[in-house]
T-cell receptor, first 114, second 115 residues
Framework: GESVGLHLPTLSVQEGDNSIINCAYSNSASDYFIWYKQESGKGPQFIIDIRSNMDKRQGQRVTVLLNKTVKHLSLQIAATQPGDSAVYFC?????????????FGRGTSLIVHP | NAGVTQTPKFQVLKTGQSMTLQCAQDMNHNSMYWYRQDPGMGLRLIYYSASEGTTDKGEVPNGYNVSRLNKREFSLRLESAAPSQTSVYFC??????????????FGEGSWLTVV
């Protein structure tokens, strides 16, 4: 079946380093991708999104790269801070019944060491 | 701006008991969703509602029922709770289409334990 997955369950970095979180998807019909951040005890929060007609999108300290050829998505966080410590989820989105339905990966835990 | 509000935040149930998780959004969104999150499993879709008056099954609907009471509210009911339904439940909403936006906004979660 279709799935979204993450290569690494845990990523440890030093404060100030750049972080890269990877994600693979298998649904070639997906046309919209989202990254979420989830802090302990809270709901997922939207970080950045990208449509399938783009290969790169930048936000504040974050960049998402999309490689449709190999069905790969990555989230880059520049100058990682302790406040970035959280679980990060990628999601690919398909359309069903007029609604966008995201399918989430299992998540990567980012640990930032001061 | 409350966003997505879900209640209760914590609940302990005995096996076989029933309960309803309530969810409301104040963003005038068309679509609403219920997810469950288990350790190592990510977020799995239980049910969703593309618009007021419609509901559809997601990946893991067994043991649950939903009601889209109006555009604001989408409730999740466990008729006969089982220990396998111990999980964190998240309600979410989105504009629902390419014009109004498909970013999904989540509530803060409801921690449910079935003993």
């Amino acid at each position: 079946g279709e799935s979204v997955g993450l290569h690494l369950p845990t990523l440890s970095v030093q404060e100030g380093d750049n972080s890269i979180i990877n994600c693979a998807y298998s649904n070639s019909a997906s046309d919209y991708f989202i990254w979420y951040k989830q802090e302990s005890g809270k709901g997922p929060q939207f970080i950045i999104d990208i449509r399938s007609n783009m290969d790169k999108r930048q936000g504040q300290r974050v960049t998402v790269l999309l490689n449709k050829t190999v069905k790969h998505l990555s989230l880059q966080i520049a100058a990682t801070q302790p406040g970035d410590s959280a679980v990060y989820f990628c999601a690919d989105t398909t359309t069903s019944g007029g609604s966008y339905i995201p399918t989430f990966g299992r998540g990567t835990s980012l640990i930032v060491h001061p | 701006n409350a966003g997505v509000t879900q209640t209760p935040k914590f609940q302990v149930l005995k096996t076989g008991q029933s309960m309803t998780l309530q969810c409301a959004q104040d963003m005038n969104h068309n679509s609403m969703y219920w997810y469950r999150q288990d350790p190592g499993m990510g977020l799995r879709l239980i049910y969703y509602s593309a618009s007021e008056g419609t509901t559809d099954k997601g990946e893991v609907p067994n043991g649950y029922n939903v009601s889209r009471l109006n555009k604001r509210e989408f409730s999740l009911r466990l008729e006969s709770a089982a220990p396998s339904q111990t999980s964190v439940y998240f309600c979410a909403s989105s504009g629902g289409d390419s014009h109004s936006g498909n970013t999904i906004y989540f509530g803060e979660g409801s921690w449910l334990t079935v003993v």
